[in-house]
């Protein structure tokens, strides 16, 4: 089946510091990947759509300015979260979508904010 | 707008007890419907699309089932390793993205 990586796992961060969080299709070409939140005993929450090559779509709500989303090739995305703060604690997850419609989803990544 | 509604939020079921969840959904022209399975502190997993009314999907002890307004996902005689959060999800009209209902957490007790 197909596999979405994300790195790192989980990061720890003070606050007003700057986090990257990596996520990779490792055997298929995501023409599309999406960014989620979700926070404890809740769903996922769409953050933002990216396709190769071009700038992200981002969901009503989502700072563009303090979420970098860039998705500068067929497998690879990164997040970044700049100047974080402890409510941007969450669990981010990304998924890749590659020919059809299926989303396939990385495992996640837990950011911690202090 | 596009909804997606799934009940129980919860269910505890004894293992061998089978069992059906339920996804609700409204959508503008369902490009398709699908189930994932979340455990705690993970990605979800992929389980079945399902495209059409009339459509089903079957995966081990899972069964997915599609009708014009919702879909089921039945379990029979469901084992401990299948406790779990269930996601219901629809994509639909011209949006490449998912919406996603707010899950049932599945427990089973041995």
């Known amino acids: 089946g197909a596999v979405v990586s994300q790195h790192p796992s989980w990061v720890i961060c003070k606050s007003g510091t700057s986090v990257k969080i990596e996520c990779r299709s490792l055997?298929?070409?995501?023409?599309?990947m999406f960014w989620y939140r979700q926070f404890p005993k809740q769903s996922l929450m769409l953050m933002a759509t990216?396709?190769?090559?071009?700038?992200?779509?981002?969901e009503q709500g989502v700072e563009k300015d303090k979420f970098l989303i860039n998705h500068a090739s067929l497998t690879l995305s990164t997040l970044t979260v700049t100047s974080a703060h402890p409510e941007d604690s969450s669990f981010y997850i990304c998924s890749g979508q590659g020919i059809g419609y299926e989303q396939y989803f990385g495992p996640g990544t837990r950011l911690t904010v202090t | 707008e596009d909804q997606v509604t799934q009940s129980p939020e919860a269910l505890r079921l004894q293992e061998g007890e089978s069992s059906s969840l339920n996804c609700s959904y409204t959508?503008?022209?369902?490009?398709?419907l699908f189930w994932y399975r979340q455990d705690p502190g993970k990605g979800p997993e992929f389980l079945f699309t399902?495209?059409?009314a009339g459509e089903e999907k079957e995966k081990e002890r899972l069964k997915a089932t599609l009708t014009k307004k919702e879909s089921f996902l039945h379990i029979t005689a469901p084992k401990p390793e299948d406790s779990a959060t269930y996601l219901c999800a629809v994509q639909g009209g011209s949006q490449g993205n998912l919406i996603f209902g707010k899950g049932t957490k599945l427990s089973v007790k041995p």
């Open positions: 959508v503008s022209g369902l490009r398709g």
């Open positions: 055997d298929f070409q995501a023409t599309t």
């Open positions: 399902l495209y059409s």
């Open positions: 990216s396709n190769e090559g071009s700038k992200a779509t981002y």
